[in-house]
């Protein structure tokens, strides 16, 4: 992800209202915590990105082999049509994502780095690529958030007017100035909240 905050997770669980205070992001930000303090550049939907995703994919699955429970390209660059921040989103599962030892060594050698670690929200770490922009998004088997994010990005794949009206919000906000991304992130919760109440609607319908 980005300079500051660098996970662009699924806002769910904070308030429309509340954004990340300063002593709260740098307390999951492993190492230096830089401001954004800036609006945030959004970029039209890039056919190179699927391919970049399968890169990267290809990178990841050489590092873990059969640690991989689940690997999937997430986020807003693996929807066609979609303006997004130009960094490839990538959802990785393993069995236990606050068992550091058991990924986190093997992705290091490979380039990753390790830039956030929650351990209060799913045990979620979040790592940086060597050279292509990444964020590594490492969760545990089972954890709700892993349903949440797919079926986020299947709603949007399939449904023009939530994925117009979300490419609008995007849009709308990212103009503004942001002192951290995950400001922007959070300021998304109502939009994103409610395509996902429609996506997890539809799925359960028999």
């Known amino acids: ?111 990753y780095f390790l830039r956030i670690r929650e351990p209060d929200w799913f045990q979620h770490r979040l790592l940086k690529g060597p050279d292509t922009n990444v964020n590594l998004h490492v969760f545990s088997t089972g954890c709700a958030e892993i349903d949440r994010m797919l079926a986020f990005r299947d709603w949007l794949r399939t449904n023009e007017d939530d994925r117009v009206l979300y490419d609008k919000t995007k849009r709308d906000l990212a103009s503004r100035k942001w002192m951290y991304v995950q400001n922007y992130a959070d300021a998304k919760t109502e939009a994103v909240e409610s395509i996902l109440a429609r996506a997890l609607g539809m799925s359960a319908k028999p």
Not at 28 to 36: I, N, P
Not at 50 to 65: D, H, V, Y
Not at 69 to 92: M, N, R, W
């Open 1 to 111: 992800m980005q300079v500051g905050r660098t996970r662009d997770r699924l806002p769910l669980t904070d308030p429309i209202d509340k954004q990340a205070t300063d002593a709260e992001i740098a307390a999951y930000t492993v190492g230096e915590l830089k401001a954004h303090d800036a609006p945030i550049q959004l970029a039209d939907y890039d056919s190179a990105w699927p391919t970049l995703f399968l890169s990267e994919a290809q990178r990841i699955r050489e590092a873990l082999g059969d640690r991989i429970v689940q690997l999937e390209h997430v986020g807003s660059t693996s929807v066609a049509g979609l303006a997004a921040k130009p960094q490839i989103d990538i959802l990785l599962v393993v069995i236990d994502s606050s068992d550091e030892s058991a990924y986190l060594a093997a992705l290091e050698r490979h380039g």
